[in-house]
């Protein structure tokens, strides 16, 4: 993996006609990984593209990629001399112009064009279509094309606007691990944005979690979903339940469900009230165990089925456990804490994660 710093985003602020949508962004994206831009609709993430793409001034900071400055207040590199390529939600294709045209349209003048324009289409699969034109096609063949097109200049870095929106969802998911192995392939770095979080963890190296235009955790997603660094992303990313609980050791909280014992230590006062994070995969089902759960609900998700518990004390919590063991609404059934990647906040109240983010819009939970 490189660590070669390919964009750096300082102190960025960027909007429109003066008016500041993005405040203080400052992330990294080294060469040859791919980024993300996550979160609810409206909190920034197309502003922050279309900054990094030159189609916006910036109001403060700066754009820099590779050596070179792209954007700083008063002065904006233009697109087309910036050397980053762009996939659209909508494809944008020339309608009137074929499939390989399309393709060759950046690189008309390169004495090679026809031999690149082939190996694009060999890469995103599209090699017996070149003749087509863009309304005989599928809508991810459409994309396709799309990718073709944006790859042909050599970009040193591609933004991908919320690509697969327009697709359903088994294609969908196809075209997002097929699109980061063609990436990964060829080494291009990337940046996409989606409010899909499912789909920024099968495309994406590193993520970023926006809220309302500012940049709460730029991370891995592992680290988003096991160490979360504020509540919102907490909540944001997968799912799970506060509960509350009181930090006995850096490392121990004592909750209603039992001491639990993680492997990250948290540098509050001992005695302090904290929020518990517990994700589904938390908890673990074991059917002789003393602690009891009442089942309220349930979703059968194929190889698992997300369960909706109730605690005695009234706490509500989900579990996954695999659907070969099916228990009935009503039942109780015998759980376990396992939550090595303790996750605590101070005391904000005892809520269920999501509805910490009912007021915001848009937002898509992982198994919604
Ligand atoms: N051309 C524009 N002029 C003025 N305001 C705009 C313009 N485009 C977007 N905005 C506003 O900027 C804010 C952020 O919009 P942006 O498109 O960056 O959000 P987003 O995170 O990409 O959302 P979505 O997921 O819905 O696409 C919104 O309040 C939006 O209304």
New binding site residues.
């Given amino acids: 993996m490189s660590t070669e710093r390919l964009l750096s985003l300082r102190d960025l602020s960027c909007?429109?006609?003066g008016?500041r949508?993005?405040e203080s962004l400052n992330l990294h994206l080294n060469r040859g990984d791919i980024g993300c831009?996550l979160?609810?609709?409206?909190?920034?993430?197309?502003?922050?593209?279309?900054a990094i793409a030159g189609f916006e001034p910036v109001h403060a900071g700066e754009i820099q990629l590779g050596d070179a400055v792209l954007s700083r207040p008063g002065f904006t590199l233009s697109p087309e001399r910036r050397r980053v390529g762009m996939v659209f939600q909508d494809y944008a294709l020339f309608p009137h112009l074929s499939v390989e045209q399309n393709v060759a349209f950046g690189i008309g003048k390169h004495p090679q064009a026809s031999r690149i324009v082939g190996e694009m289409l060999e890469l995103v699969n599209l090699g017996n279509l070149g003749k087509r034109y863009p309304h005989e096609l599928s809508g991810g063949q459409q994309q396709r094309v799309a990718l073709a097109r944006a790859l042909a200049p050599e970009p040193e870095l591609l933004l991908l606007?919320?690509p697969f929106s327009n697709l359903d969802g088994d294609l969908r998911r196809r075209l997002s691990h097929e699109v980061r192995s063609i990436l990964k392939s060829r080494g291009t770095s990337a940046i996409l944005?989606?409010?899909d979080q499912e789909e920024a963890f099968a495309v994406s190296d590193q993520i970023g979690v926006?809220r309302e235009?500012r940049l709460e955790q730029w991370d891995s997603p592992f680290n988003l979903y096991h160490e979360p660094l504020t509540p919102f992303v907490a909540s944001f990313i997968g799912q799970g339940y506060f509960i509350r609980g009181q930090l006995l050791a850096p490392e121990t909280v004592q909750t209603e469900l039992g001491a639990i014992r993680g492997n990250r230590a948290y540098l509050l006062p001992a005695g302090s009230a904290v929020d518990v994070l517990l994700r589904p995969d938390d908890i673990v089902h074991v059917p002789d165990s003393p602690l009891t759960a009442l089942v309220v609900g349930k979703t059968f998700l194929g190889a698992s089925t997300l369960y909706r518990l109730q605690l005695s004390t009234g706490t509500r919590l989900e579990a996954i456990f695999t659907s070969h063991a099916d228990y009935a609404e009503g039942s109780f059934i015998g759980i376990r804490i396992a939550a090595d990647h303790l996750v605590v906040f101070p005391v904000e109240g005892s809520v269920a994660a999501h509805e910490a983010l009912a007021r915001d819009k848009?937002v898509r939970r992982y198994s919604a």
């Fill in positions: 909007g429109y006609d008016q949508i993005v831009l979160g609810p609709s409206g909190c920034g993430k197309t502003t922050t593209l279309r606007d919320e944005v989606t409010h926006f235009g848009g």
